[in-house]
């Protein structure tokens, strides 16, 4: 189980730094290199046909050449680092974050690698309402500097960044006391397609979507507790490489063209109506979710100002 404020989650049998009390991330993964995948048994040698032996790959293959290679989002990544963050409200010019939450994944596994939680000072918080973090709290004595710096080995170690409604945490890094951050983000609210089985809509909540997956929730909002929620869904998710996959494809904001008549059409496939569009059904897609619509669309551009709210 995890500590409370401005500490630090280790799997059992680690080793502790008694000096600072957490552990380094050098020891973390020394701790997790352990964790190998499993491996499945090649059939034995007597079940298999002789036959004559092959000349060698580079002779009869082509060399694949950089054009060939395959693109970042073609490649399912092997760990994720999920992400949330608590805040004292919605915009980063006039707010600041307090808590974060993380937890690395490793997919092929489907294991926690290791999971961190801890506050940032701030004077005030206009969000204790919803986060229950008062700020006096935060201010408490407790080494966040040092968990920053832990932190930032956690997204050394990540080839892509995870959170529900990235869109808004993602603001928050490269600011106040966040590092920047360079790897792409999945949201898993808005850019995996959870499958229809699933019973969820198009831009479900992380409760609904951790009940749908089967895993317990309690009244909790804190950063850590949707960093698990995700964990759990995701070590639940048999085809998770085909989700990242297809999440990470690259989206373009369109629009519905359907008429009033069939703006049903444009709910059911997750459009929104005057988000961010004012007077209009609309959704970021891929090409492929794009050719697989029963309607046409059309692209828009925000920054270049068509119907921009």
């Known amino acids: 189980m995890c500590t409370t404020l401005g500490s630090f989650c280790s799997p059992p049998g680690s080793r502790i730094n008694v000096g600072t009390g957490f552990l380094g991330m050098a020891d973390q993964l020394d701790l997790l290199g352990g964790l190998q995948p499993t491996v499945r048994a090649s059939a034995p040698e007597s079940n298999l046909r002789a036959t004559t032996p092959s000349p060698p790959l580079e002779d009869s293959q082509p060399k694949q050449s950089e054009s060939q290679a395959p693109s970042p989002e073609s490649v399912v990544p092997r760990t994720l680092l999920i992400l949330d963050t608590e805040t004292t409200g919605l915009e ?20 926690v690698l290791a999971q961190q939680s801890f506050l940032l000072p701030a004077e005030t918080n206009a969000a204790e309402p919803i986060n229950r973090i008062p700020a006096v709290v935060t201010r408490l004595p407790q080494p966040w500097k040092q968990a920053l710096l832990w932190f930032q080995d956690l997204l050394d170690a990540a080839d892509v960044l995870v959170a529900h409604n990235a869109v808004f945490d993602r603001q928050w890094f490269g600011r106040g006391e966040l590092p920047a951050v360079t790897q792409p983000w999945l949201c898993s609210m808005e850019d995996m397609r959870w499958p229809a089985d699933r019973q969820l809509r198009s831009r479900p909540s992380v409760r609904d979507l951790a009940l749908a997956y089967g895993v317990p929730v309690w009244a909790a909002h804190r950063a850590l507790t949707d960093c698990i929620y995700l964990a759990e869904v995701f070590a639940r998710c048999d085809d998770l490489e085909q989700l990242l996959l297809q999440g990470l494809e690259p989206r373009t904001l369109v629009r519905a063209k359907v008429s009033y008549d069939d703006r049903q059409l ?43 709210t």
């Open 92 to 111: 980063p010019e006039n707010h600041c974050c307090v808590e974060v939450g993380a937890i690395l994944f490793d997919v092929q596994s489907r294991a």
């Open 266 to 308: 444009a709910r059911d496939a997750g459009f929104r109506w005057n988000d961010p569009i004012k007077g209009a059904w609309a959704r970021r897609m891929s090409t492929r979710e794009i050719q697989e619509l029963s309607f046409p669309v059309a692209p828009v551009d925000l920054e270049a100002g068509d119907c921009k």
